[in-house]
């Protein structure tokens, strides 16, 4: 039985405290081997029927940056417009994607319809393939902040207009827009709990069946 | 700058390398405080707009245990019917949950309702809150691995119908039935790798954009 440490589980425990979604990136670039190594986590998720659907584009043409940057500006000034009164006024002043600093960019996709797995698992719950991309989303995010990086997943965006201007595949859904770069501050809470827009429940209540 | 060793980035390496998709478990019950430890996680995990829209349901009586069994076993011969010759005689031969012998089973689930977060970031891509559910999960796992302690996540189940059985709101989507224990054997591999079901890719394409 490979076990681990009561010192790496506490480690663990403090890398999950200190993860967060960040909008505010320093611009210096990432080590190339630095983004491989913690892209090396992917092969490492666990994905439904073993059907590995995760296909990661990695956005670094100016063009494509900012096709992406003005999908995210579109989607927010209409999210912005269905608030009003305080909670606009809030919303107008938060930041919400890291896409003008973040160095590297990824979007990430599920194929819905990759043969890989042959189905397994996916029958009744076909959402089961984008979930496996989620696990492996999660797994990177880990690894990153493990490695010093900072990852902000932004979701403010018509996805399949993103899927368009990338010119991916009708069956590839984007699960995830990915900014990843050297945070500009480390906090330990979420950046919504201190700018007062959501409170963390701080309690997971465990219903009895 | 909070920072981790490049030691404890090579046990993370290697817990996500431990992981597996367990459905061999011993009966041994599991110490409460234990399994409270790492369900702690779930309030650590990255959530669309803090909207934290997990809820956990832990199946205890023989009743909730028989339903979810039945559920698996119907969905579980509807998938066999899908396949033909050797698949099929591979696919019968898989043993594809650890229902019967866990101690502990969850169903988690998403309340796509939920007021908490106000909706940030979830207008154009409401699934984002399922996603914060799975990634909750994932953090679970590892914490779970961690740990000592194997899950497995059962999807051949039909999910409406769970959540009927549980008598759970319309508004809550399973996203995930875990059974969790004690590990029969602890291996590097998938069960599906080694019984020749799927391979694993190794290597993870990017494609540049």
Chains 1, 2 share one sequence.
Not at 52 to 71: D, H
Request: one cysteine or more; charged letters at 25%.
């Amino acid at each position: 039985m490979t076990s681990f440490s009561e010192q790496f589980r506490q480690e663990l425990d403090q890398l999950m405290r200190w993860r967060r979604d960040v909008r505010h990136f320093r611009r210096d670039p990432v080590e190339g081997a630095l983004i491989d190594r913690c892209l090396a986590t992917f092969n490492l998720a666990p994905s439904v029927g073993l059907s590995e659907p995760w296909r990661v584009v990695r956005i670094t043409t100016p063009a494509a940056r900012a096709a992406a940057l003005a999908n995210f500006e579109a989607a927010n000034t209409q999210a912005l417009s269905g608030y009003s009164g305080e909670k606009a006024k809030l919303y107008a002043s938060l930041k919400l994607s890291g896409m003008r600093d973040a160095p590297v960019q990824l979007a990430v996709f599920c194929d819905e319809e990759t043969d890989k797995g042959a189905g397994l698992g996916a029958g009744t719950m076909p959402e089961m393939r984008r979930y496996s991309v989620v696990a492996a989303i999660t797994q990177f995010w880990l690894a990153a902040r493990a490695a010093g990086l900072g990852v902000g997943w932004v979701s403010i965006l018509d996805p399949v207009q993103i899927s368009r201007d990338l010119d991916m595949p009708d069956s590839w859904a984007l699960v995830a827009y990915l900014c990843i770069g050297y945070a500009a501050h480390d906090m330990q809470s979420p950046e919504l709990e201190r700018l007062g827009w959501e409170d963390r429940r701080g309690h997971l209540p465990v219903i009895d069946r």
